[in-house]
């Protein structure tokens, strides 16, 4: 109760800042990219719950499991690399088609048997995700050039509130003793529920401006590391944290889930914020600061001598990472010219959306050579590299 009177009373205060520039009037302007952010939440958010049983249900150590979700990596960048003549040939229906795809590859992880299998399913769910992914980039980014304001961190900010709900609820599943399918087939059914409401077609970008397209190579480069090192960061809490309150700190599968629902909770409050504040201060200096907060949650979550300080960690971590990669896509959308902004998401997408899958796989090697609180503070000195590349793009900007 206290957490939910505090976040709600975080969000009043974020809703009624400057007028009509507030989180609200920001997702109703993008309310049906929003709902993409909401459906790839759900599944994340039910699947770092539920790790610790998938883990046990496939019989493997840490470095075989790291490698298996790395799989998905496989099906994500395919997807990316698609994603753009996927979404000018379905046109208005390309969010559906990402929908029902989503809708359909939810529970294969958790039904998968044999470590093979729970590779397959998880390749498929990363064509999946993925695709939704650029497509609701995409649509936010056009609506960010057409309404001339930031809105990434609000939808991001969706994404995290998801997240974290279907996190709180898969640990009452688990804690209660049942089949985490059932949590997994509701997902799948919510998601199919928004069928009606996600139909949505790309700009044609007449809008550019005369002249050859923007060169974006180093500055798309540079963005992408900002995106993957964030989502590296933002992934080992997701698929490791319930695992590491659980056998580091002898948590019960009720208190691991909160590690995860930790995390979502403060990446929502850190992405409303965001979006409070986005033009009040200039992005980099808001991800300046962000890094230094990630860092010092990291460590702390690493050194934490009880799960309530893991909690803390992990919290700080999700308030501070929350903001970085949401600007670092932004950004990419803000160099390109209307025509270019699908296939330059993608390709920052392809960079940045595989430390989801790169991080739990060095994780699951570092892991088990050292321990989870080795491999935490190897992500704090990653975090910390953020900073040069902060100065990078300030100095293009």
């Not at 044609?204 to 993957?228: M, T």
Request: hydrophobic share 55%; net charge neutral; aromatic share 8%.
């Amino acid at each position: 109760m206290c957490i939910a009177r505090a976040l709600g009373l975080a969000l009043t205060d974020l809703v009624v800042h400057r007028g009509d520039m507030n989180v609200l009037s920001a997702i109703s302007l993008s309310r049906v990219p929003v709902l993409g952010f909401v459906a790839i939440g759900l599944f994340w958010g039910a699947f770092a719950a539920a790790v610790p049983d998938i883990k046990a249900n496939l019989g493997v150590n840490d470095r075989t499991f790291g490698l298996l979700i790395l799989m998905n990596a496989a099906g994500l960048v395919t997807a990316m690399v698609l994603a753009p003549r996927i979404d000018r040939a379905m046109g208005r229906n390309g969010l559906r088609l990402a929908f029902v795809m989503l809708a359909c590859f939810a529970p294969l992880p958790v039904l998968a048997p044999t470590p093979l299998l729970f590779a397959c399913a998880m390749a498929g769910m990363g064509i999946c995700s993925g695709l939704l992914d650029v497509l609701v980039n995409t649509r936010v980014s056009e609506l960010e050039g057409r309404h001339k304001r930031p809105l990434m961190n609000a939808n991001h900010g969706m994404f995290s509130v998801a997240y974290a709900v279907l996190a709180f609820f898969m640990g009452q599943v688990r804690g209660a003793g049942a089949d985490p399918l059932y949590a997994f087939v509701t997902v799948s059914m919510v998601i199919l529920l928004a069928l009606p409401f996600v139909a949505m077609a790309p700009d044609s970008g007449e809008e550019d401006e005369a002249g050859p397209p923007a060169a974006l190579g180093g500055i798309l480069l540079v963005c992408g590391a900002i995106v993957l090192i964030a989502f590296m960061t933002e992934a080992t809490v997701e698929t490791w944290s319930a695992l590491h309150i659980e056998r580091t700190l002898g948590g019960n599968p009720v208190e691991g889930a909160f590690g995860p629902m930790m995390l979502g909770l403060t990446m929502a409050i850190g992405r409303f914020g965001g979006q409070a504040v986005s033009d009040r201060f200039s992005d980099l200096w808001v991800v300046f600061w962000a890094t230094l907060l990630a860092a010092t949650g990291c460590a702390l979550a690493a050194l934490a001598p009880t799960a309530f300080w893991a909690y803390v960690g992990f919290g700080l971590l999700g308030l501070g990472i929350s903001v970085i990669g949401p600007i670092g896509l932004g950004l990419v959308g803000k160099f390109a010219r209307p025509s270019q902004r699908s296939d330059a998401i993608a390709k920052a997408s392809i960079i940045g959306f595989s430390g989801f899958f790169v991080a739990p796989a060095l994780m699951g090697a570092v892991s088990e050579a050292y321990d989870l609180r080795v491999a935490y503070l190897c992500f704090t000195g990653l975090v910390l590299l953020l900073l040069p590349l902060i100065w990078a793009v300030s100095r293009r900007a």
